[in-house]
C-alpha cells in the first residue's frame, strides 16, 4: 500500500481563503471510489491505497480547483511507496508512538 501527502493549492483567485477549496477537494475524495483512506490535516491530505488508485485520485484533486475558478493550480505530492512489507498510515503513526515510550 502507498501512501501520499498532497497539497493543492489554487492560484489566482478573488480571496486568501481556501477553506472552501479543500471543502471541495473533501467532497471528492468522501465520494471516491476507489477504496483509499485518508486523513486531512491543517496543512495537507494524507492518501492511503494503491499506488494506481491513489494517481487516479490525485489526478480528480488536482482539477478541483479549475473546476471552481482557478486558472493555475499548484499541487505537491510526497509519495511514500513501500513494498517490502504492508504499511498504513495508522501504522506509522503506531511505530514512533512505541518508540516514544521507550
Do not use: C
Amino acid at each position: 500500500m502507498a501512501i501520499a501527502e498532497l497539497t493543492i493549492i489554487p492560484i489566482g483567485t478573488n480571496t486568501t481563503s481556501l477553506s472552501q477549496y479543500v471543502a471541495d477537494i473533501q467532497q471528492v475524495l468522501e465520494q471516491a471510489e476507489e477504496p483509499i483512506h485518508y486523513e486531512m490535516t491543517a496543512m495537507s491530505t494524507i492518501i492511503e491505497g494503491s499506488l494506481d488508485d491513489l494517481m487516479n485520485v490525485i489526478r480528480r484533486l488536482h482539477e478541483v480547483p479549475f473546476s471552481h475558478g482557478a486558472q493555475r493550480v499548484s499541487t505537491s505530492i510526497k509519495l511514500d511507496d513501500r513494498r517490502d512489507k504492508s504499511g498504513s498510515i495508522e501504522q506509522k503513526l503506531k511505530s514512533v508512538a512505541e518508540k516514544m515510550k521507550k
